[in-house]
């Protein structure tokens, strides 16, 4: 399994890794955090729960996740094909784990949100009303051209019910694959802005951060937070939410 983020090194609690398994090919895992760990593609039969997976990619639909407590064993391994899964990891902290599942494309909500240029699905996989100690995480799909996490906002201060404080990381995934996207990152000591191409990762621990794809290309994100409870009160940019609030 390939390392993408370390907690305490890119992050400060997240933790997130990639496994790409040849047909037949196993992963095991036994974490002292809660685990998730997103199907991207092909299938995987996990001991003890079932089969998760199916979709090409992640452009093909919502998927399958694997959500395990603090030290509960996960077997994976791939059948039919190959299979690439992304393991995401937090530690529990003051949260109660839920119980080891698959969660599958209709325990998901899926929204459209926002209008436009700025409009985009969101499907979240593990929501503040799901069980699960700390983590919060799902998939965005930016339509060729379009903004996300937009109007900017941010998840930095734990100011409740105003703002809750989350750190974030992203692992994009381009269509197609040869494409890019723009993240932007900004609060009030500065901004940063840089291309994003399939399979890169961005850790936001403060500051606004809205996304766009090229024009020709969709551009998904798997995003993951954790942090102070599990709460999602994004703080929106006051400069900007008047295109949101009208």
Request: contains cysteine; charged residues 20%.
């Amino acid at each position: 399994m390939k390392t993408l983020l370390t907690p305490g090194k890119d992050t400060e609690l997240i933790g997130l890794g990639l496994a790409d398994l040849a047909e037949g090919e196993t992963l095991e895992l036994n974490r002292d955090e809660e685990v998730a760990a997103v199907v991207l593609s092909g299938v995987v039969d996990v001991d003890g729960l079932g089969t998760a997976g199916g979709r090409s990619g992640v452009f093909d639909g919502p998927g399958h996740t694997v959500y395990a407590p603090p030290g509960h064993p996960l077997t994976f391994r791939a059948t039919g094909g190959p299979a690439q899964i992304v393991i995401a990891t937090a530690p529990l902290g003051d949260g109660t784990p839920g119980e080891a599942r698959i969660i599958g494309p209709g325990d998901q909500e899926i929204a459209e949100r926002g209008e436009g240029n700025w409009s985009r699905t969101v499907r979240t996989i593990l929501g503040p009303g799901d069980s699960a100690g700390r983590l919060l995480l799902g998939e965005t799909i930016n339509p060729p051209g379009n903004w996300s996490s937009y109007p900017p906002h941010k998840h930095d201060t734990h100011e409740p019910p105003r703002e809750v404080k989350l750190e974030e990381v992203y692992l994009f995934k381009v269509e197609p694959e040869n494409g890019f996207g723009v993240q932007i990152r900004y609060d009030g000591e500065g901004e940063e802005c840089f291309t994003v191409r399939d399979g890169d990762v961005a850790a936001i621990p403060a500051g606004y951060h809205p996304v766009v794809a090229a024009p020709g290309y969709r551009l998904c994100y798997l995003w993951v937070m954790a942090g102070q409870g599990r709460q999602m009160i994004p703080y929106l940019d006051p400069e900007h939410a008047w295109v949101q609030n009208g």
